[in-house]
């Protein structure tokens, strides 16, 4: 088949907040007065705060209406080279009754193949997976980084790049993730996957390759279960890392990323509104 024309209009931008709806919270701050020794008392008493995430905090994706279930398949696959059909449910069709998500998947994914050829198929494992390349080559461990990628699709950060073959020379990352910042800045995050199969020993070695580039922070190890968590974080207590179980979060905003033995907390600093409201 010929290579499929691309989208009219580009939306890598805007897709990912349809699901702001569904996880955004809006607060505020009021201004206190000075504390009595009443209130210093109090604060005394009060248990210690969790360790807050990475000072670097990604901006949010503004909020747009107008966007099309076909559209959101269409920018997210050409981010993630390609997707499985669960993949696309968790994405596109969350906001439906868990009854009525394959459905409206099979639809607009039939047509945007069938009748659009804006997409190709082809199966893959118990499923299929689409792409808009000309090729397809998916493997067991990069499906699952399109896992990890779908959380972080999901977390309503505003994401500029998303590259799975980053050479840095002396390390090749899992994954690399740009998201736009205030001001014209970007925070650049690098992401292992492990899937148990390497031995710490190994895993040291790699980790402290990272070491070379500060530029990129945070730096996410992520593993399928916590008890690889424990181990590693037993192997690598100085590792310059963030380390979180598959399993435990959804989104980039849940409190499971560890770091030298603090509490687990989100990845990013949540800003004044959210803290105000949490």
């Not at 449910?89 to 193949?113: F, G, N």
């Not at 994401?159 to 899992?174: R, S």
Request: with cysteine; glycine share 4%; proline share 8%.
């Amino acid at each position: 088949l010929p290579a499929p024309q691309a989208p009219e209009r580009n939306f890598a931008r805007e897709v990912i907040e349809h699901t702001q709806e569904t996880y955004s919270t809006v607060g505020h701050t009021t201004e206190s007065a000075e504390p009595t020794k009443e209130d210093s008392a109090r604060e005394e008493e009060r248990p210690a705060a969790p360790a807050s995430g990475s000072s670097r905090r990604p901006s949010p994706i503004a909020k747009r209406d107008g966007i099309t279930a076909q559209e959101r398949i269409l920018s997210y696959v050409k981010s993630a080279e390609y997707l499985s059909t669960q993949q696309i449910i968790q994405l596109c069709y969350s906001h439906l009754t868990p009854s009525a998500q394959a459905p409206a998947a099979s639809r607009d994914l039939r047509q945007l193949v069938d009748a659009a050829r804006a997409l190709k198929v082809q199966p893959f494992g118990r499923g299929n997976v689409y792409y808009a390349s000309r090729t397809c080559n998916p493997t067991t461990h990069n499906l699952a980084l399109r896992d990890l990628l779908v959380k972080i699709f999901r977390s309503e950060y505003d994401i500029a790049e998303v590259n799975f073959t980053l050479d840095l020379t002396t390390i090749l990352p899992d994954l690399y993730v740009c998201f736009s910042a205030a001001g014209g800045l970007t925070v650049k995050t690098l992401w292992e996957y492990d899937t148990g199969t390497e031995g710490s020993a190994e895993i040291v070695k790699k980790v402290s390759r990272y070491k070379a580039y500060p530029e990129f922070s945070p730096i996410v190890c992520v593993v399928r279960e916590p008890d690889r968590l424990v181990q590693l974080q037993s192997a690598l207590p100085d590792a310059p890392l963030w380390f979180a179980a598959m399993s435990e979060f959804t989104t980039l905003k849940d409190p499971a990323f560890h770091r030298s033995g603090n509490p687990p907390c989100p990845l990013f600093e949540p800003d004044a509104a959210a803290a105000a409201n949490s």
